[in-house]
């Protein structure tokens, strides 16, 4: 590990006056940023702690909530309002990582997490996103994980969140601030695809800070989240879905679908979601509606399977949520 200096801001001017200083990077439960610092793959000349900063979950007025970027995992997985509002964001929370990583980690350091790919973690093999224009060893290699929509012939990698997939899939904001004001960001636009350059992973520009996700009120049907990985329990997603459905008068009003563990962003399934808007809920269509998704996904030499998986896991995710919305 490189050395460097470590300072806690009191308050968002002071944190954003040390984060815009070269070489500062900002630190919240430290829980992926420290990791790749001992694997010395990032190298932070200053951590500015903003874990004091942004701790509340707010009302928004509308029926939606704000949630502060330094609430640690655990505790927006817990809040009364987030289990009864947005089932599927508690549960995504849950999935990821193990009680003792939720408890440490924020809202916002989780957004930022960066890629498991191993490639990107093993200085000797060439990766794109850690060092740019040095190839991309996943591409031709052990690429089980790694993603089968909008990759690039640069990386191939996943974005790792199990969080953001949700938030996805409700249509949440990001709030960011500079030196100069604030900005909100859908999350469907905050993390951007690879393309050419996929050390750029979000629209975050030099020194921003994150301050709050907000969520808007959730869509009148019940919500999941459904990950499917190696292990029960402290793996990261194969495949994940997070969907809303709302019937009403036998056709589906409104429907939210995200997938998890696919692409290097969290992929709203837009195609899905179009396919399925004022149909029947029925088993065929949903299993029209995944197919339709699904026909843009490309597979590489391990992780083909993933397209027939994400396809069966959206139609029995939406069947799940159809029987619950017949039973309410
Ligand atoms: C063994 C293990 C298993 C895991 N399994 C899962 C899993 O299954 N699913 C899952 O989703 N996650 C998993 N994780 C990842 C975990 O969720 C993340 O490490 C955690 O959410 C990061 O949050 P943090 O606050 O610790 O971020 P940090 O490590 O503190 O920071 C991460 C990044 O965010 C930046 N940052 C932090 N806060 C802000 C802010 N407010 N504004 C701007 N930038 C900011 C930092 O500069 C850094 O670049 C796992 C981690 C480990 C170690």
């Given at each position: 590990m490189d050395p460097f200096t470590y300072e806690r801001a009191s308050d968002h001017q002071t944190a954003l006056t040390l984060g815009s200083r070269s070489g500062a990077k900002y630190v919240g439960g430290g829980t992926n940023l420290v990791d790749l610092m001992r694997e010395t793959i990032e190298h932070p000349t200053m951590l500015v702690d903003v874990?004091?900063?942004?701790?509340a979950i707010e009302e928004t007025g509308d029926g939606g909530l704000r949630i502060g970027a330094g609430m640690r995992n655990t505790a927006v997985a817990a809040d009364r309002r987030v289990r009864e509002r947005y089932p599927m964001l508690s549960q995504a929370i849950l999935a990821g990582a193990s009680a003792q990583i939720r408890n440490m980690a924020t809202v916002g350091g989780n957004l930022l997490q960066r890629t498991r790919c191993g490639y990107f973690y093993d200085d000797a093999a060439h990766c794109n996103k850690r060092?740019?224009?040095?190839?991309?060893?996943?591409i031709e290699g052990f690429n089980r994980m790694h993603a089968i929509f909008g990759a690039s012939n640069a990386c191939v990698a996943t974005h790792p969140s199990d969080m953001a997939v949700a938030l996805a899939a409700l249509k949440a904001v990001v709030t960011v601030e500079n030196r100069n004001g604030a900005r909100d960001i859908p999350l469907v636009d905050f993390h951007v695809l690879p393309g050419e350059t996929p050390h750029v992973e979000t629209v975050l520009e030099a020194g921003e800070l994150i301050t709050a996700v907000t969520v808007p009120a959730g869509i009148a049907g019940p919500s999941a989240y459904r990950k499917v990985r190696d292990r029960a329990s402290y793996a990261f997603a194969l495949i994940s879905v997070a969907a809303a459905l709302e019937v009403r008068d036998g056709v589906v009003k409104e429907v939210q679908i995200a997938l998890g563990g696919v692409a290097h962003k969290p992929w709203r399934a837009y195609v899905a979601e179009a396919a399925l808007q004022d149909g029947p809920p029925t088993e065929a269509a949903f299993r029209a509606a995944a197919q339709a998704e699904f026909a843009a996904a490309r597979g590489l030499r391990d992780n083909a399977f993933k397209i027939e998986l994400g396809q069966r896991v959206v139609i029995d995710t939406l069947v799940k949520l159809a029987a619950l919305q017949e039973t309410r």
């Amino acid at each position: 590990m490189d050395p460097f200096t470590y300072e806690r801001a009191s308050d968002h001017q002071t944190a954003l006056t040390l984060g815009s200083r070269s070489g500062a990077k900002y630190v919240g439960g430290g829980t992926n940023l420290v990791d790749l610092m001992r694997e010395t793959i990032e190298h932070p000349t200053m951590l500015v702690d903003v874990t004091g900063l942004s701790c509340a979950i707010e009302e928004t007025g509308d029926g939606g909530l704000r949630i502060g970027a330094g609430m640690r995992n655990t505790a927006v997985a817990a809040d009364r309002r987030v289990r009864e509002r947005y089932p599927m964001l508690s549960q995504a929370i849950l999935a990821g990582a193990s009680a003792q990583i939720r408890n440490m980690a924020t809202v916002g350091g989780n957004l930022l997490q960066r890629t498991r790919c191993g490639y990107f973690y093993d200085d000797a093999a060439h990766c794109n996103k850690r060092e740019p224009g040095a190839g991309c060893d996943a591409i031709e290699g052990f690429n089980r994980m790694h993603a089968i929509f909008g990759a690039s012939n640069a990386c191939v990698a996943t974005h790792p969140s199990d969080m953001a997939v949700a938030l996805a899939a409700l249509k949440a904001v990001v709030t960011v601030e500079n030196r100069n004001g604030a900005r909100d960001i859908p999350l469907v636009d905050f993390h951007v695809l690879p393309g050419e350059t996929p050390h750029v992973e979000t629209v975050l520009e030099a020194g921003e800070l994150i301050t709050a996700v907000t969520v808007p009120a959730g869509i009148a049907g019940p919500s999941a989240y459904r990950k499917v990985r190696d292990r029960a329990s402290y793996a990261f997603a194969l495949i994940s879905v997070a969907a809303a459905l709302e019937v009403r008068d036998g056709v589906v009003k409104e429907v939210q679908i995200a997938l998890g563990g696919v692409a290097h962003k969290p992929w709203r399934a837009y195609v899905a979601e179009a396919a399925l808007q004022d149909g029947p809920p029925t088993e065929a269509a949903f299993r029209a509606a995944a197919q339709a998704e699904f026909a843009a996904a490309r597979g590489l030499r391990d992780n083909a399977f993933k397209i027939e998986l994400g396809q069966r896991v959206v139609i029995d995710t939406l069947v799940k949520l159809a029987a619950l919305q017949e039973t309410r």
